[in-house]
């Protein structure tokens, strides 16, 4: 089954050829862990989860890796601002982290890979760059010399004859080229407990350095698949190429995926912005992770989308529905229908295009000529790259204790029911019976 992806490298759309026949790894830059992420971050985190599930759909092995960023300029200014070690910091937001990923049936990746646990590799990609005169000594670090890179940029389309102020530290250092980058740091008074001893002096590492020396240490010299949001294409992954390529002299990577941005009333979500929702804000106004997820699945990954809560509220509305059906098509399930699974292959081996795959869900749900245990039994497939957990929804009996999240939604119910909310409680059964479980009111006193 041929696999197609939008290779941002190429600006095309290419049939994906793994480096070792029905294997493929695949590297997801994670999160910098000095805040909650946002819901903008958790986007990306759904788009590398779909990754994963279309290729083990389709068969794959798939070795993914996610790096946490525990070491770099935001980690050590928050961790100096809370007055806490940069390592109780990081393990707390990361903590955090993975309890969001956890709600949004996102699956972790087999290697989750930290900065600080990977110092050893990174000091010595370091010392190679500086042996092959890649990289430099200045006041304040080592750099990396990009006159000496061919091709530097190709990946974001960077025209280096034309200045640019697009994300490039404005400093009073000996840097040979404003345009040349950090791959380590000298220490300083202010980067209290980040510091590491290495030959070409004390300090700490620069942010793109430490994901190549992550990728090469877990996937090799060359990798299949790199894959992270949009803003990432310069600098951090135009730099990682640069740097990597001139270690290793290979290609560093084949295919490149990024995902678009999340906009909040048409302006960029980030945190710099203060215009970030975090999932347990959706969560506060009564919208599940799971209704998230499915309006994320929505719109194509690579689209720029804005949030609402009307956009957002009317996705949970039809994930309601969408449960409703299938809970109507019975316990029993039949035979996955080969016709439905192989148009839903097409459009999900088409550069991931979910949005068609999910109409393609709502054609099964209504086709007449399929019998009900077939819809399920189809359907379940379906939520195999979907995620959205339909092989949980069931009647309980009455020996099984009712799911923490499930008891919530009851008590706010009861208590919209008190305050004569009567549209927030109505919408409240239709999402608890949604998950499976009846509701019986008994009148109010």
């Not at 345009?179 to 008074?189: G, I, M, P, S």
Request: charged share 30%; hydrophobic share 35%; proline share 3%.
């Amino acid at each position: 089954m041929v696999i197609k992806l939008h290779n941002t490298l190429s600006g095309e759309k290419e049939e994906f050829k793994p480096l070792n026949e029905g294997k493929v790894g695949i590297y997801n830059c994670g999160p910098t862990v000095y805040d909650i992420a946002h819901i903008g971050n958790l986007r990306t985190m759904v788009f590398y989860d779909i990754i994963r599930r279309i290729f083990e759909y389709n068969e794959y092995k798939v070795e993914q890796v996610m790096n946490i960023t525990d070491v770099d300029d935001k980690t050590i200014r928050k961790s100096i601002e809370e007055k806490i070690t940069l390592t109780e910091l990081t393990e707390k937001y990361e903590k955090l982290f993975f309890e969001d990923i956890e709600k949004l049936n996102i699956i972790k990746p087999q290697k989750i890979l930290s900065a600080r646990a990977h110092m050893s590799e990174i000091i010595e990609l370091i010392s190679t760059l500086i042996k092959n005169g890649s990289a430099y000594e200045a006041s304040d670090g080592i750099y990396f010399k990009i006159s000496n890179c061919k091709n530097y940029g190709l990946l974001a389309r960077l025209k280096l004859d034309k200045p640019t102020q697009e994300r490039i530290e404005n400093d009073e250092y000996d840097k040979e080229n404003p345009r040349d980058f950090a791959l380590w740091k000298f220490y300083k008074e202010n980067d209290g407990d980040a510091v590491w001893t290495a030959p070409f002096g004390r300090g700490r590492p620069g942010w793109h350095i430490e994901c190549s020396a992550m990728a090469i240490k877990s996937l090799g010299d060359t990798l299949d698949i790199h894959a992270g949001g949009s803003d990432l294409i310069f600098p951090h992954h135009t730099n990682e190429i640069a740097q990597s390529e001139s270690a290793t002299r290979k290609t560093f990577v084949n295919y490149w995926l990024h995902g678009g941005m999340m906009n909040v009333q048409s302006d960029k979500m980030a945190k710099s912005k203060g215009n970030f929702l975090k999932l347990k804000e959706l969560i506060e106004e009564k919208i599940s992770p799971l209704a998230y997820r499915y309006w994320l699945l929505t719109a194509h990954y690579r689209t720029q989308i804005n949030f609402t809560f009307e956009a957002v509220s009317a996705s949970q509305t039809a994930l309601i529905n969408f449960c409703n059906y299938f809970m109507a098509f019975g316990e029993k399930s039949g035979e996955i229908d080969i016709d439905y699974n192989n148009k839903f292959i097409d459009f999900i081996n088409n550069d991931l295009d979910m949005p068609k795959a999910v109409a393609l869900a709502w054609e099964l749900i209504k086709d007449k000529n399929i019998s009900n245990e077939n819809k399920k039994a189809t359907l379940l497939k379906f939520d195999e790259v979907f995620g959205l957990k339909l092989k949980d929804l069931k009647i309980p009996d009455n020996n099984e204790e009712i799911p923490e999240e499930i008891k919530f939604l009851i008590e706010e119910r009861e208590n919209a029911r008190k305050a004569k909310d009567f549209k927030k409680s109505d919408a409240l059964r239709s999402e608890i019976e949604a998950r499976g479980y009846k509701v019986k009111d008994i009148p109010l006193s």
